[in-house]
């Protein structure tokens, strides 16, 4: 069984929504015979990157949540409150006041290129902790070289797929797929590609889309055979 994932890096409720994934997972008998994927969504495919080691102030992040959905200032750190204390709730320790601004194009490259390495939930895990809990630069191609690298991936590969941008396409791609199938925000899960979850819903109700998902490819198994039926060729 697969299961696809939209997401973006800079996403909160991706990083929320994939720890609440992660604890369904967990409790799903037939995990170990489910493919995870993850896709790509820019939030803010025009976003600036501030340089790595650039000083950030503490409001920038709330600064930039007001701007966007053209709010206060004030309303916009109470949203940034609660996500903060939804976070706390699946273990992550959300820093909004050490978030870097960051392009993710490049981060959807090196998740792609971690993808065909087989570490991409590893890579993923990394960008998103670093992002909202450690105030790396993300959208800053060699901080993201020595995050995936960290996480298991091959630095000179990383750094010469973002000089090529082997994976741009790819990532394009991934964005257009999203649009086709009608995905608006993130995170969006597909399971099998039968099921559509959008946003990070609570770990019960994810495992209730695996089940089902689950019970619906997996074909009837007779338990007793042998007894009396009538056919095509008669009874």
């Given amino acids: 069984m697969k ?15 994939k720890r609440r994934f992660e604890a369904a997972l967990q409790r799903f ?19 600036l990157s501030a340089a790595a080691g650039n ?7 709330a600064e930039r949540l007001a701007r966007k959905y053209g709010t206060s200032v004030p309303s916009a750190q109470q ?6 204390q939804q976070a706390a709730a699946e273990g992550l320790d959300f820093r909004f006041d050490k978030a870097v601004r960051a392009n993710t194009f490049d981060a959807h490259q090196v998740i792609h290129l971690a993808g065909d390495r087989g570490v ?14 450690e105030g790396e630069a993300v959208g800053d ?27 741009a396409g790819a990532v394009r ?22 099921y559509g979850v959008n946003g990070a819903q609570p770990a019960d109700a994810l495992l209730q889309v695996l089940e089902r998902a689950w019970a619906e490819r997996t074909p009837l ?14 009874c």
């Fill in 3 to 17: 299961v696809e994932i939209w997401s973006d890096v800079v996403c909160p409720w991706c990083h929320i929504g």
């Fill in 221 to 234: 198994i007779p338990v007793i055979t042998g007894g009396e039926v009538c056919g095509p060729d008669g």
């Fill in 29 to 47: 008998a037939h995990r170990d015979a489910v493919e995870v994927e993850w896709r790509s969504f820019e939030l803010d495919p025009g976003a």
């Fill in 141 to 167: 191609r060699e901080t993201l070289v020595r995050l995936a690298a960290e996480a298991g991936l091959d630095a000179d590969e990383g750094r010469a797929a973002l000089e090529d941008q082997r994976y």
């Fill in 120 to 133: 991409q939930d590893a890579v993923k895990e990394r960008l998103l902790t670093a992002y909202f809990s």
């Fill in 79 to 84: 949203m940034t409150d609660t996500m903060t």
């Fill in 55 to 61: 000083e950030v102030s503490p409001t920038e992040y």
């Fill in 173 to 194: 791609a991934d964005e257009a797929e999203a649009q086709a199938l009608g995905i608006s925000g993130v995170p969006f899960f597909v399971v099998d590609r039968k």
